[in-house]
């Protein structure tokens, strides 16, 4: 079973992947250090390694959440060390000890300096090899830990980001075939239109047929002298020429109608056209961010 420590020095790092290495497929091995190093109590023997794209504050955070869940110790600074006491750590020792620690950050990755004590004595590979042993591969399995969790953490948020590109590129898509919905539509008015202005030229040519007769008849009935006739042919004359007039509004309603779906077709090609260029880009970028997903798996599946 693997201690609690672990786990919670997992949850708070896997939150600080930086994207400063993307470009590399296969993470470099984790190489742990024994050294003898100048610290608080002396100079004393520990462990140093690097976890890459890490950053400290999540570093001391985990540290401090990790010890009070191993012994509810508490995480003292002392200028440039995070110290716990009395912790037990049942995989290195049934002893309590005290850890102390020293998070260095740079650029691309955080140094860590571990030191165990027990017993008012320095764990050391001469004096207690076991113990030591044991501490060094906690603290190499911790660091390996963290770092693919941080790396995984990384894919869940590059996926994440990944699903919000295809959510875009598909509502491009979609807005795509609307748009091409709409340029049918209107196409299809279009020669529905014509076809009613077809109509109506032959209904115009049919009603102007009429008036030029009812006018015929008019003149006859003004030459007869016959005021009540006359009369009435020039009603049918009026109703005639009004019904030509009507169907002379009615065709250029449809002209303008169809210059208006025109119109609105030339916008939806203009507007089609703006979406095939931002398609175009967001396909990259989905193709660039599965690209990128690909390759922090590689790296992750290399963490060793």
Do not use: C, W
Request: hydrophobic content about 30%.
């Amino acid at each position: 079973m693997k201690s609690p420590i672990l786990f919670l020095f997992f949850s708070i790092l896997v939150g600080q992947l930086t994207a400063q290495s993307d470009s590399g497929n296969v993470a470099k091995p984790l190489v742990i250090e024994d050294i003898t190093k100048a610290m608080s109590k002396g100079t004393q023997p520990g462990f140093r390694i690097d976890i890459p794209q890490v950053k400290k504050k999540g570093t001391v955070e985990a540290l401090s959440k990790a010890m009070k869940a191993e012994s509810r110790a508490n995480l003292e600074q002392v200028n440039n060390e995070y110290i716990v006491r009395g912790t037990t750590i049942k995989s290195i020792s049934p002893r309590p000890l005290n850890v102390y620690g020293i998070v260095n950050e740079y650029e691309d990755h955080v140094e860590l300096l571990f030191f165990y004590e027990a017993d008012s004595a320095f764990l050391s590979k001469e004096k207690n090899e076991t113990e030591y042993l044991s501490a060094r591969k906690y603290t190499r399995d911790f660091a390996v830990q963290a770092y693919r969790g941080a790396v995984q953490e990384r894919i869940d948020l590059e996926n994440s980001k990944l699903k919000d590109l295809q959510s875009q590129l598909d509502g491009l898509n979609s807005e795509q075939d609307k748009l091409k919905k709409t340029i049918d539509a209107e196409n299809q008015n279009i020669e529905k239109t014509r076809q009613k202005i077809a109509t109506s030229e032959k209904d115009q040519e049919r009603v102007g047929k009429l008036v030029q007769d009812q006018k015929a008849l008019v003149d006859q009935a003004r030459s007869s002298k016959n005021e009540g006739l006359e009369k009435e042919e020039q009603k049918k004359l009026n109703g005639f020429e009004s019904d030509l007039s009507k169907l002379a509004k009615q065709e250029d309603g449809y002209h303008k109608e169809i210059t208006n779906s025109e119109e609105n077709i030339r916008e939806y090609k203009r507007t089609s056209s703006d979406n095939d260029g931002a398609s175009q880009v967001k396909q990259e970028d989905v193709a660039k961010q599965k690209d990128l997903i690909n390759k922090l798996q590689k790296r992750l599946e290399s963490i060793q």
